[in-house]
T-cell receptor, first 110, second 113 residues
Framework: KQEVTQIPAALSVPEGENLVLNCSFT??????LQWFRQDPGKGLTSLLL?????REQTSGRLNASLDKSSGRSTLYIAASQPGDSATYLC?????????FGEGTQLTVNP | DTAVSQTPKYLVTQMGNDKSIKCEQN?????MYWYKQDSKKFLKIMFS???????INETVPNRFSPKSPDKAHLNLHINSLELGDSAVYFC????????????FGPGTRLLVL
């Protein structure tokens, strides 16, 4: 059974700082890994998707890496802004379902 | 245009009632899902349908019954609502079944009193 863990559970940083969110999973037999953003009271916005054959994906200030053999992914956010404040969810696709981590709640202080 | 839509957005009801949540996607996808996000914000899959056929049924009480009238719609009916059913329910869709990007709806916030 796939299990996904995200560390840290919460993170507070000053504006402008670069930061890394961590995600680990127990079963390396995955199709892809997806990072989502969830704002309070809102739905999920897909940020990046990394296929199992890829090592990283970039979108603007976001960079996600994947090390399938060690069961790890990181989401790097450069030059953080207050608008980046949200909960970030990592989800592993093992076939026909997504298994989510519990999320990292990020606060970027002006 | 909204890709995956859910109605209602909020639902407040009494224990014991029966309620339905509707989901529609206009992406032309073949597969649709229901996820539940509990009070601790943990998201977990409940059901998955591909071309109107059930393919995933997690350990969910049989008070929950999904219905897919066509591949663009997946509704969730809940009988005899309990306090523990209070959560946010998300619908999602994907083109295929395996390894496809899933697109999520805005969620339905259910509160059972």
């Amino acid at each position: 059974k796939q299990e996904v863990t995200q560390i840290p559970a919460a993170l507070s940083v000053p504006e402008g700082e670069n930061l890394v969110l961590n995600c680990s999973f127990t079963d390396s037999a995955i199709y892809n890994l997806q990072w989502f953003r969830q704002d309070p009271g809102k739905g999920l916005t897909s940020l990046l998707l990394i296929q199992s054959s890829q090592r990283e994906q970039t979108s603007g200030r976001l960079n996600a890496s994947l090390d399938k053999s060690s069961g790890r992914s990181t989401l790097y956010i450069a030059a953080s802004q207050p608008g980046d404040s949200a909960t970030y969810l990592c989800a592993v696709n093992s076939g026909s379902r997504l298994t989510f981590g519990e999320g990292t709640q990020l606060t970027v202080n002006p | 245009d909204t890709a995956v839509s859910q109605t209602p957005k909020y639902l407040v009801t009494q224990m014991g009632n029966d309620k339905s949540i509707k989901c529609e996607q206009n992406l032309g996808h073949d597969t649709m899902y229901w996820y539940k996000q509990d009070s601790k914000k943990f998201l977990k899959i409940m059901f998955s349908y591909n071309n109107k056929e059930l393919i995933i049924n997690e350990t969910v009480p049989n008070r929950f019954s999904p219905k897919s009238p066509d591949k663009a719609h997946l509704n969730l009916h809940i009988n005899s609502l309990e306090l523990g059913d209070s959560a946010v329910y998300f619908c999602a869709s994907s083109q295929g079944t395996f390894g496809e990007t899933q697109y999520f709806g805005p969620g339905t916030r259910l509160l059972v009193l």
